[in-house]
């Protein structure tokens, strides 16, 4: 089961250039994330998609821009790489339970800026 | 303003015994918790979770408890193994939102 695929898993920019993080889920989900881990930080939410067609900012968007390309894919976008997005990225989607949603996350994409 | 937080960055803990973990939480909107567990070099994976309705949720080794009047919950693993070891989040959302709160983490070491 393949579940969330991120690509790439490691990523080396230098400030200004611009890269694509992409993701694939192939639950089904309509859901789905971008979160960012830093160190003392956990993870913190920079975009979601509730289903295909819809995008909502989370609480770190700034220079960042997604795409929910279809249901499968959600792709995080970097236009002008700075050393402050250095970071581990992660990927999820969703399912509803019931009661609440319940994420399945990717194995992340390590991203240094220099 | 950390709306989750996990003021444990570690913990150790010999193999049998029991591991607490903590998370405390400012916003009184969250009606629902998670925790999800990290191996390095992987996503985390959800582990248990537990609703405002309820003060207990159990599942196996793994048993959440929720304090409302205290804003604060904790997961306990008993007996602890040393596949326990990994980073422990928990994580916070209000409602039906799509929007979760992650606390920092605690790393967990399980000591045989």
């Known amino acids: 089961n393949a579940g969330v695929t991120q690509t790439p898993k490691f990523q080396v920019l230098k400030t200004g250039q611009s890269m694509t993080l992409q993701c694939a889920q192939d639950m089904n989900h309509n859901s789905m994330y971008w979160y960012r881990q830093d160190p003392g930080m956990g993870l913190r939410l920079i975009y979601y998609?509730?289903?295909?067609?819809?995008?909502d900012k989370g609480e770190v968007p700034n220079g960042y821009n997604v795409s929910r390309l279809n249901k499968r894919e959600f792709s995080l976008r970097l236009e002008s790489a700075a050393p402050s997005q250095t970071s581990v990225y992660f990927c999820?989607?969703?399912?509803?339970?019931?009661?609440?949603?319940?994420?399945?996350f990717g194995s992340g994409t390590q991203l240094s800026v220099l | 303003d950390q709306q989750v937080k996990q003021n444990s960055p570690s913990l150790s803990v010999q193999e049998g015994r029991i591991s607490i973990l903590n998370c405390d939480y400012t916003?009184?909107?969250?009606?629902?918790f998670l925790w999800y567990k990290k191996y390095p070099a992987e996503g985390p994976t959800f582990l248990i979770s537990i609703s405002s309705i309820k003060d207990k949720n159990e599942d196996g080794r793994f048993t959440v408890f929720l304090n409302k009047s205290a804003k604060h919950l904790s997961l306990h693993i008993v007996p602890s193994q040393p596949g326990d070891s990994a980073v422990y989040f928990c994580?916070?959302?209000?409602?039906?939102?799509?929007?979760?709160?992650f606390g920092t983490g605690t790393s967990l070491t399980v000591i045989p």
């Open positions: 998609s509730a289903s295909e067609g819809t995008t």
């Open positions: 999820a989607s969703s399912k509803w339970t019931g009661v609440t949603e319940k994420l399945f």
């Open positions: 994580a916070a959302s209000a409602g039906s939102g799509n929007q979760f709160y």
């Open positions: 916003n009184s909107m969250f009606d629902y």
